[in-house]
């Protein structure tokens, strides 16, 4: 059945760059609209960044705006987040799944993304 599985964290010094990636399984993926979660320490998940079944519409939060891009494979079911000008504030995990939310999701393990000063 369905699988994400995230990777391509590290860590980095601030203003340096990352390439998340999201492998899906599942026949669900090409039809659906994608997230990228974010979750800081001590903090809930937020969205960060969202594509469209087609990768034509992408949309973002004011704090990733103009730094981070959000792109697809549909052929490789592969979501892709190129994280650039990385601040502290970055750090936490970051996670792939349905944008909107689907009731009772699964979450993968997420990939960590530590920032330093």
């Known amino acids: 059945q369905g699988q994400l599985v995230e990777s391509g964290g590290g860590l980095v010094q601030a203003g340096g760059s990352l390439r998340l990636s999201c492998a899906a399984s599942?026949?669900?993926?090409?039809?659906?609209?994608m997230g990228w979660y974010h979750r800081a320490p001590g903090k809930q998940r937020e969205l960060v960044a969202s594509i469209s079944s087609g990768g034509t519409n992408t949309n973002y939060a004011d704090s990733v705006r103009g730094r981070f891009t959000i792109s697809r494979d549909n052929a490789k079911n592969t979501l892709y987040l190129q994280m650039t000008s990385l601040k502290p504030e970055d750090t936490g995990v970051y996670y792939c799944?349905?944008?909107?939310?689907?009731?009772?999701?699964?979450w993968g393990q997420g990939t960590q993304v530590t920032v330093s000063s």
């Open positions: 799944n349905h944008y909107p939310l689907i009731p009772n999701p699964y």
């Open positions: 599942g026949n669900i993926f090409r039809i659906n609209a």
